[in-house]
């Protein structure tokens, strides 16, 4: 089975890297290793209510222009968990507070 068929959970978040691929997209969170996810077409972003996540930097677009190279940097302000599923085309992305 696909491994990005199920939820991923990472801890101790702090930015977030989502990169267009000739297979789809490639979703990193820091200088972890990049998980494919070649069947996403959309991302939906979930905060958990009651946390503020506050975002430091957002970047989405290209350096050439070209929308094969698309990329999204996102980099919050604390560190975060984050759980994704992706059930379909449409990868969620859960965001809440760091375990103590």
């Known amino acids: 089975m696909n491994e990005t068929r199920n939820d991923i959970v990472l801890t ?6 989502i990169l267009k691929k000739d297979y ?3 979703f990193r969170a820091g200088m972890g290793r990049s998980i494919p996810l ?6 939906e972003w979930r905060i958990e209510p009651g946390f503020a996540a ?3 930097h957002l970047y989405m677009g290209t350096e050439s222009g070209d929308m094969d190279e698309y990329a999204l940097h996102a980099r ?3 560190p975060c968990t984050v759980r994704i599923s992706n059930p379909d085309a449409r990868c969620y992305l859960y965001i809440g507070p760091d375990a103590d």
Do not use: E, K, L
């Open 76 to 78: 919050f302000g604390a």
């Open 12 to 17: 101790g978040v702090t930015d977030i890297h």
């Open 24 to 26: 789809g997209y490639s």
């Open 38 to 43: 070649s069947d996403v077409t959309n991302f």
């Open 54 to 56: 506050p975002i430091t």
